[in-house]
C-alpha cells in the first residue's frame, strides 16, 4: 500500500540534540527525505544546552533544506524540557521524534505515516538498528544490545521509545499530555508517557520498515554502559508497577521481581561459557534488580544533562 492522502498533511520532526556535532548528519538525512503529494514537512530542533550551542549550526543548514527549520532554545540539560518544547511548538497534525544521533532513510516518513493510516493509532514505532564499530566487542555485535524494537505484551504494546516515533497531535490521550521534568535527566520519560498514554485508551502501533540507523560509540560500546542503562530502564518499569499498587500489594510484586533476579543470575552462571547468552542474562538480571529498586522508590540514576550521556 502507497500513502496518498486525499487531504493535506502536516508533519513536524522533532530532534532534540545536546551538543552533538552528529545532528548534522541527522538533519542532512531528512533533508533527503521524499514526501508524499499533499504533505508538507517541517523540521523543529530543541536545543537542550545552556547556551545556544546549535544555533549557528541550524541556521547554516537551513539554506540546505528543503523544509523550514524551526529553532527552540531550551537551557535546562533537561531532556523532558525540549521533548515537551517539541509538542508545545508542534503546528501539525503528526509530530514525529528522531534522535540527534540517528539517521533516516528516503521512505522513513512515509512508512510511518502509512502506517498510521493504515491502523489509525496513535503513537507509532519504528526499528532503530544500531551500527557498530569494526573494533567492537564480538559478542555485543552478535547479540545486537543495542538496537531498538518495541516489546509486545499479550499482542500489544503497551509502552514506547522518542527515539523513532510518530504522534497523532489530535487524539485525545496525545493532546495535551507532556513528559515528566522529574525523569529529564535520569531517562525513562519516553517509557513514563507511552505507558500512560496507553492506559488512558491510546493505541500504539508499529512500522518494520520505517527504520532508522544509530552508530554505537566508543564510550557506549561496553558491558558497563548497557548494565547502567538496563538498570535504569528497570528502575521507570518497577516505579510504574509500583504505581498500580500501595502497601501489601507491592509484596507479590516485590516476590515475583526478586524471583527474576534470582533465575537471570543463575542463568548468568550456567551459561558462561557462550559470551551472547551470559551477556544476555547478566543484563537482564540488571534489568530486574533495577526494577526492585524502582519498586521501593530509589530515585533514577542521571542519565542526560552531561556530553556522554546525551
Not at 533516516?104 to 544500531?130: C, F, H, Y
Not at 545486537?144 to 485525545?172: E, K, Q
Request: aromatic letters at 8%.
Amino acid at each position: 500500500m502507497t500513502y496518498h492522502p486525499a487531504t493535506p498533511v502536516k508533519v513536524d520532526i522533532g530532534i532534540c540534540t545536546y551538543r552533538r556535532p552528529m545532528v548534522v548528519d541527522t538533519l542532512l538525512s531528512l533533508f533527503r527525505l521524499d514526501v508524499p503529494e499533499n504533505v508538507s514537512v517541517r523540521l523543529i530542533v530543541a536545543d537542550n544546552d545552556a547556551e545556544p550551542s546549535a544555533r549557528e549550526l541550524v541556521n547554516a543548514l537551513q539554506q540546505r533544506s528543503h523544509f523550514p527549520i524551526h529553532y527552540v532554545h531550551c537551557p535546562k540539560s533537561n531532556i523532558s524540557i525540549a521533548r515537551n518544547a517539541c509538542l508545545s511548538e508542534c503546528e501539525a497534525d503528526f509530530l514525529a521524534f528522531i534522535d540527534d544521533d540517528e539517521t533516516a532513510p528516503a521512505n522513513w516518513l512515509t512508512e510511518l505515516l502509512k502506517t498510521a493510516q493504515e491502523t489509525q493509532a496513535d503513537a507509532v514505532l519504528g526499528p532503530v538498528t544500531a551500527l557498530y564499530a569494526e573494533d567492537a566487542p564480538g559478542w555485543m555485535t552478535k547479540g545486537d544490545f543495542h538496537s531498538t524494537r518495541p516489546v509486545w505484551v499479550n499482542g500489544d504494546i503497551i509502552t514506547g521509545y522518542t527515539c523513532n516515533t510518530l504522534l497523532r497531535m489530535a487524539s485525545p490521550a496525545v493532546k495535551s499530555r507532556r513528559f515528566a521534568l522529574s525523569l529529564g535527566q535520569s531517562g525513562g520519560e519516553d517509557t513514563h508517557f507511552f505507558t500512560h498514554m496507553h492506559q488512558d485508551g491510546g493505541r500504539i502501533a508499529y512500522s518494520e520498515n520505517a527504520l532508522l540507523t544509530e552508530p554505537v560509540p566508543q564510550s557506549r560500546a561496553s558491558f558497563i554502559w548497557l548494565a547502567k542503562r538496563r538498570f535504569r530502564s528497570g528502575q521507570t518499569h518497577g516505579r510504574l508497577q509500583a504505581e498500580q499498587k500501595a502497601g501489601l500489594r507491592r509484596l507479590p510484586l516485590i516476590l515475583s521481581t526478586a524471583a527474576k533476579i534470582t533465575y537471570c543470575a543463575a542463568s548468568t552462571l550456567l551459561t558462561a561459557f557462550d559470551p551472547v547468552r551470559r551477556s544476555r542474562s547478566a543484563l537482564r538480571t540488571s534489568l530486574h534488580a533495577g526494577s526492585l529498586s524502582g519498586i521501593f522508590g530509589v530515585r533514577e540514576i542521571r542519565q542526560y544533562g552531561t556530553v556522554e550521556a546525551a
